[in-house]
């Protein structure tokens, strides 16, 4: 496996990722070109980065992050920066995390995620917020960040209701909640 950053020419391999493992639809081509876009901070840098089957050139898990300045919401919408240490300028951004269900478990969650901290790091950002998916299979997704050092902030019921897309746990309309998580840089 191998990890490199989300570039524009990966979108249709990541599309087809995205649709098998998150659910049909939760991101259309349009989207992942916008969220590419937001994943490049001014001086070029790229936060967000794909895993990659070498042998078959499959993508095989996403972690799209984008830097302060380049997002103010997530895909639900709803976000307290009133509860948070730092303002929204200064604060990057985790908005998806996804591994194929065949590697989880394996630490390459985390290893992605290291990735784009480097890099928000770098670019002086002094905190990331994410939306940790509660109802998760194996609580992969509370235990993870939980693991990184991310604490809870609030809770979002129904976080995606609005996002027209098949949910793998509950079909449409997606019923899960979200809490909202703080890391200080
Ligand atoms: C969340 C996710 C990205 C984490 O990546 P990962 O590579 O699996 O991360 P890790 O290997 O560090 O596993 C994280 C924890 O979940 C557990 N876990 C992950 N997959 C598991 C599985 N299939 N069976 C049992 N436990 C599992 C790990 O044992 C680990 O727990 P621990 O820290 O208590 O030992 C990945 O599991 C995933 O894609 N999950 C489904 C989608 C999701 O929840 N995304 C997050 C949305 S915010």
Partial sequence: MLIREFLASDIQGVKEFTDFAVGLGYYSVEELAENQKKSVA???????????????????????????????????????????????????????????????????????AEKSLEVFKKLGAKAVVAHCWKESPNNSSLRYLKNMGFKEITEHKDYWVNVNYICTRDGYPCHCTAIEMFLPL
Avoid at 49 to 55: A, K, N, R, S, T
Wanted: aromatic share 12%; net charge negative; proline share 10%.
């Fill in 42 to 112: 001014k001086d070029g840098s790229v936060c967000s980065f794909i895993l990659v089957d070498e042998d078959t050139d499959k993508v095989m898990g996403l972690r799209l992050a984008f830097p302060p300045g380049n997002w103010d919401h997530g895909k639900g919408g709803q976000l307290r920066p009133d509860l948070w240490p730092t303002p929204l300028k200064d604060t990057a951004y985790f908005q998806s995390l996804f591994v194929s269900p065949s590697l989880q478990g394996q630490g390459w969650g985390p290893k992605l």
